[in-house]
């Protein structure tokens, strides 16, 4: 059973920093590509980055490039997002999902997904 544990959230200030992590379990972590999500009240889930099986590609929605960073440690089946320079539209659920496909920039090619942890970015 796959399984997503995401962790890290919590309550910053705007320009602020936090780290989320994802543990994964269930499935070889390796095989396939990570990414992470976001959803705002009253908003549909977004794409915010990504990250191939080996961690050499990534991948940032426009609205968080140069600011957040998405890795991986493949020996701790372990995924990250440090995000630096938060804003306040930064506020949402944020949530480690896994794919097996190539096209793993899409929603829906991601097939497990974590329970989410709470960003709150403060003015």
């Known amino acids: 059973q796959v399984q997503l544990v995401e ?19 269930g499935r070889t972590f390796s095989n396939y590509a990570m990414g992470w999500f976001r959803q705002a009240p009253g908003k549909e889930r977004e794409f915010v980055a990504a990250i191939g099986r ?6 940032y929605a426009d609205s968080v490039k ?19 320079s938060l804003k306040p539209e930064d506020t949402a ?17 991601y097939d497990y997904w974590g329970q989410g942890t709470q960003v709150t970015v403060s003015s």
């Open 66 to 84: 140069g600011r957040f960073t998405i890795s991986r440690d493949n020996a701790k089946n372990m995924v990250y997002l440090q995000m630096n």
């Open 93 to 109: 659920v944020y949530y480690c999902a896994t794919s097996g496909s190539p096209a793993y920039l899409m929603r829906l090619n």
């Open 7 to 25: 962790s890290g959230g919590g309550l910053a200030q705007a320009g602020g920093s936090l780290r989320l992590s994802c543990a994964a379990s």
């Open 54 to 59: 080996s961690g050499r590609s990534t991948y």
